[in-house]
């Protein structure tokens, strides 16, 4: 099983930044294998990456994710292609399609549709990468624009069909699509005890293409947090997948909570989600399971975290996302540090 980590989201300032990078130049050196960007409503996913390929060698560098509605997919492929000779061949393009808050709210475009949206943005750049001219003729983007002066253009970078694309999914339609068109899926609010409510509907879009769910690197993971008090290990964490459930997406349109449901947890998602939206974040809080939040990180002592491993393993995760807990640089990077070599035991078994 490989191991990745991640970086950016939320914006604070040039000291932040800079233990950012360190933290990445460390994992690198600790083995780490894939480093992802995320975008929300702080840093962008992109210019990180631009600056992390200057200072690393071998992690691989990946957008987690680039949010498809805020960049036209030509642009999105320009990117791709110069931070993949940035980087030496080393970037990884995720997108998704974000959540209908942050895309009519923040960006100002219709989420209507978002599914076609990815699909469609997907394969324009597949096209680019390629190096093909850009006439593409669907529901969500048409190239050139009819009725104007424009005419298709291909990039005039070299072409780069190596670059892997990978998707950030959680409706049974998408994961479909993944399996379809991705070369990995960027896995969230994934219950490795119930794993095959995700990953069978990427086998059966992978099948349908002639593929295997063995041609998609499937990620997922949690926190990694090391200690003896179980219930105070899980305090910070419940807090965190409250907020999934209640906030990430609106009362109708939260990919989230709706995963954690497929996962056997309906009851309590539809109780903290009712809580969250009346206000009420202590007792939503309070109201998320012991189990959920147990089975989506990693926490205890060394038995319990492997076991976790263990888990994800078993239930067909390729690469581990660890966010490794810590006040300090220097203790998420021995957290860090300790999960590895956790993760190097179970790979050896």
Known sequence: MRTAIGV???????EDWVEQVDFVREAERLGVDDCWSAEAWGQDCLTTLGYLAAVTDRIKLGTGIMQ??????SMAAMSAMTLSTLSDGRFVLGLGVSGPQVVEGLIGQPFARPLERLREYTEIVRMAFAGEKLVYDG???????????????RLSQPADDRIPVYLATLGPKALELTGEL??????TSFVPEAGDALLDSIKAGAERAGRSLADIDVQAGGAVRFGDDLAELMGPHRAGTAFSLGAMGSPTTNFYNDAYRRAGFEEACVEVQRLWVEGKRDEAVAAVPDELVIQTNLLGDDDAVRARIRAYRDAGVDTLRLAPAGKTLDERLATLGRALDLVAEVNAE
Not at 68 to 73: D, G
Not at 182 to 187: F, K, Q, S, T
């Open 139 to 153: 529901n969500q983007y048409v190239l050139p624009r009819p009725g104007g002066e424009g005419k298709a253009l």
């Open 8 to 14: 950016g989201g939320a914006a604070t300032g040039r």
């Open 182 to 187: 991705a070369d990995g899926w960027v896995g």
């Open 68 to 73: 498809v509605s805020a960049r036209a997919p």
